[in-house]
């Protein structure tokens, strides 16, 4: 007994802190300088300038970046603001280790569950940039540890500061709220405590106690900061911001959702694939008998623990149902898994336990199950030899670069709207935290976040034209009296009356019909741009790059050289170059389905080179089975082959796979090649 305990002292006292201390050198290491891409820019540039970050807010988020920016490192303010993802995930490992310490009464195996939780890649990777989610998985493990202190004490302090947690979680990420039920199911085993005035009294102001931090909202937005979403000054305000009402208050997002039997159980098969993949698949094997070996212990706290699993990953990730069309969504969705992976890992311990009792009918000697225990080991050192270069954000730039090229380009004193997450988050640390190209006015395409320069200008145009009423019109016409002073350049060009958008880069100029550059000058000038500019090619990035949000960031540069393409083709027809620029980006990105489809319609509609075309879309549609791209294939047959028997095959193959007729859909689609 005596040995037992002085082992276990050397492990709390000395081998646990020592491990964190380790680790927090690794991660630090590893912590990226880059804005990375995703929500990482719009979350440490609100941080940075004292604003207010996307919807909900995430105002704890906010605060503490706030203070880390502060910091007097010689180090860029994304690496500041990204320690508060390094210092939650050694919390949250250490907070894991004594829960688990406790509800087992393994030292050993607590700390062997923390160890290969620190190393598992999505864990290891979003402790390496300024997320949210790190910071939520701190959360989520400190209400379901005091949750279990009030389940096995009723001690009223616990039920306290578990309500407070649970108010204060709701302030760094609401997906915090699908534990909430795993927290009714611990403590109501002491109901009777529980209702009574003074507790639930309490209880209620413990909870708004932990929304405090909302209080920062609209003494931010108040000093009309460059990251303002909402500008949420008043309660109105506040609340849909806090409600997400800009992405709807139940939607993970403003995208179509994935629907049918068939699409959720890919995106379950993904869901399981990413999260065994990133805990190995001896970890979830070890799970798996936990979950075993805790239904056997105690009914309540299994149910409780499988509830916070379940519904913060297979029913979350279901009900959510991110359209897997791209790297990015896949990015985006793969954020969210990461909750739910690490609440599997508390049942890591549980199917240790259920192995050491297992060998010990096995072997006679204590020895010999010690020496088989010893092989365990080896997971969390797997993990880390696999994970190590993947999770070195240390010399990445290829975010901070996106922005800069979006920038660099630009005439001096032009205005930039920007479109789409990551070039708009990217741009906006660039240009508000790093102060690059001051000159130019950054305005985001539907304004959630900064409607200030746009505001003027409309409040000056109808000064100047004497306008009172509403103007259908309005928009264009105050970006027509804008263009007259400053070049005006958008990422995702809308279609307005009389203006052409001529590609240039990352974005487009706006550019009356009238004024079309000559074809000469234009691609070479073109040409010389896209050289300097030296895109990112995605055979050449790095491990580090290769996550599912950076790995997208090549498909920018390869979308902007398919513009190019197209604006030659449309306005010039000259099929070569635009076929050259059509190469340049699948040089960029092999796996950019559009640069395929739109080198496809050039060869069949402008060449007459069926068989290339057909290759081509085949390959389109190999990486991305869109609707529209078997429509094009169609085409093809039809107007390029003119081969009646391929016509007749291809037609009754599109009625069986999508249940309606190819002539009859082409007729519906009034933008078949876009």
Known sequence: MVKKKKNGAIISKILVPLALFLLGLVYIHNLTRDIFGGDVGDLVTAAAVFGVAHPSGYPTFTLLGVLLNQLPFNIPPVTKIGLLSVFASLASLLVYFIFMKKMTKNLTFSMLGMLTLSFSFLFWLYSEIPEV????????????????????????????????????????????????????????????????????????????????????????????????????????????????????????????????????????????????????????????????????????LFLAFLCAFFLSGPIFITYAAFPLSNAFIYGISERFYILSSTILM?????????????????????????????????IPLFLFIRNFEKTDLSHISIGNKLAQDALKFLPRDAVLVVDGDTIVTNVWYIHYVLKVRGDIKVVQKGGYANTYFMDEEEKRYKKENNIKDDDPKLTQNVLKNIAEERDIFFTSPVALDGIVWVPQGLAARYTPKNEIPEEIEYIKKQKVLWKEMKPPKKRELAKAERNLITLFIPI??????????????????????????YKQALDIDPDYSQAY????????????????????????????????????????????????DKIKKYREFFRKKFNQDVEQKIKQSTEVLK
């Not at 311990?349 to 020895?367: A, Q, W, Y």
């Not at 920018?556 to 620029?581: M, R």
């Not at 050039?602 to 290339?612: A, H, M, P, S, T």
């Open 346 to 378: 508390l049942f890591f311990p549980f199917g240790m336990i259920l192995i050491k009792n297992t060998l010990r009918r096995v072997f006679s000697k204590e020895i010999l199950v010690n020496i088989v225990l010893l092989a365990f080991w080896l």
């Open 133 to 300: 989610f790190i910071p939520n998985i701190l959360f989520v493990f400190l209400v379901l540890y005091f949750s279990y202190r009030f389940f096995e004490s009723k001690k009223e302090i616990y039920l306290f500061i578990t309500v407070f947690l649970c108010g204060l979680s709701l302030t760094n990420h609401h997906t915090a709220v699908l534990v909430f039920p795993s927290v009714l199911i611990m403590v109501s085993r002491h109901l009777k405590f529980i209702f009574t005035k003074r507790i639930i009294l309490f209880s209620l102001l413990s909870f708004i106690a932990g929304l405090l931090p909302y209080i920062y909202v609209p003494i931010a937005a108040s000093t009309r900061p460059a990251i303002n979403w909402d500008s949420a000054t008043n309660i109105p305000a506040l609340i849909k911001l806090f409600l997400r009402f800009d992405y709807g208050t139940f939607s993970s997002g403003n995208f179509q959702k994935a629907s049918g039997i068939y699409e959720l159980f890919v995106l379950s098969k993904v869901y399981f694939q990413h999260v065994i993949t990133s805990i190995s698949i001896p970890s979830f094997l070890i799970i798996l008998l936990g979950v075993y070996q805790l239904f056997k212990l105690n009914r309540r």
């Open 597 to 644: 489809v739109h080198l496809a319609a050039v060869q069949f509609d402008q060449l007459g080179q069926c068989r290339e075309a057909e290759i081509n879309l085949d390959r389109a549609l190999s990486i991305n089975p869109l609707p529209q791209y078997f429509l094009i294939k169609y085409l093809n047959y039809k107007n390029c082959f003119k081969d009646e």
């Open 556 to 581: 920018y540069y390869a979308s902007g050289l398919v513009k190019t393409g197209d604006f030659i083709i449309q306005n010039y027809g000259n099929t070569e170059e635009a076929i050259y620029f």
